[in-house]
């Protein structure tokens, strides 16, 4: 049993996240991916990669197929929106 103050490494299984992960093991990505298979959530709300670093994009993610495509593990900033104006993983809002 983990204690306060433990520090605990978790990676995916999948060989094709793991080697996508920017900089952890893709864990977080997996657990992402597997509620959107099993059900578990409709949608995820993540952070697209844009031009740069400071260019991050908000998407609503709704096919786990789109899981793992650029996704930011970071946190950045990102412009807010309303889930009725974020596009899915093909679509980014506008910036208006």
Partial sequence: ???????LYAWT???????????GGGAVTALL???????????VFAVRKGADV???MP??????????????????AAPCCSPSRCGDASSPPSRT
Avoid: C, N, Q
């Fill in 33 to 43: 991916r597997h509620a959107l298979e099993s059900g578990m959530v409709d949608a």
């Fill in 1 to 7: 049993m983990a204690e306060k103050g433990d520090l």
């Fill in 54 to 56: 400071y260019d991050a």
């Fill in 59 to 76: 998407a609503m993610i709704t096919d786990p197929a789109e899981i793992g495509g650029g996704l930011r593990d970071r946190s950045t």
């Fill in 13 to 23: 299984t999948d060989d094709e996240l793991r080697e996508k992960a920017e900089t």
